[in-house]
């Protein structure tokens, strides 16, 4: 049961910036587009740092019985077939699911703070689950959290200099 339900945690991961797209468009839709830009763009960045820092988590380092989780219930199964076919057979220094499910969370925060509230639980489900199922290491985790902020702050200002540098445009259109 215990397997099961950190199973469902790490699966809860794949829901959360779905859910949280789709309520800031439903109901904050004027953040709508610097909502998506931030999300989009942390992966984006993630996704990088995945490719020039490459990493191997405990699924892939340690031989069976060390590196798998006995499991065999609905969202194990689900999240072992995402591992198989649309994941590398590496892992992620730092969390890319940690450090975007933080983001979200921050992003939240302030304008949604009902989702936030809701999503918490998840996500903090989602920090154990990612050691437990053996996703990650717990430096990894911690390194998702601390770099989280960064990625932030840092698309948050490619967000202004890019709406600046549209804004300017248009403005330079209609002269």
Known sequence: LLSEIMFFGYF???LMP???LLSIW???RSYFSKFSFLVLSSYFVY???FILIPAEGPQFYFSNPLSQIDSQGPFATI???IQKFGEAPTAAFPSSHVGMMTI???LLYKIHCNLFKILMPFSILLLFSTIYIKAHYFVDVIAGLISAPIVLIFNQFLF???NSFSNNMVYADRN
Do not use: P
Request: aromatic share 20%; hydrophobic share 55%.
């Open 12 to 14: 809860t991961f794949y």
């Open 18 to 20: 779905l859910t949280a």
């Open 26 to 28: 439903r109901y904050r």
């Open 47 to 49: 996704y990088l740092v």
């Open 79 to 81: 999240v072992k077939l």
């Open 104 to 106: 979200i969370l921050l």
């Open 160 to 162: 202004l200099k890019i």
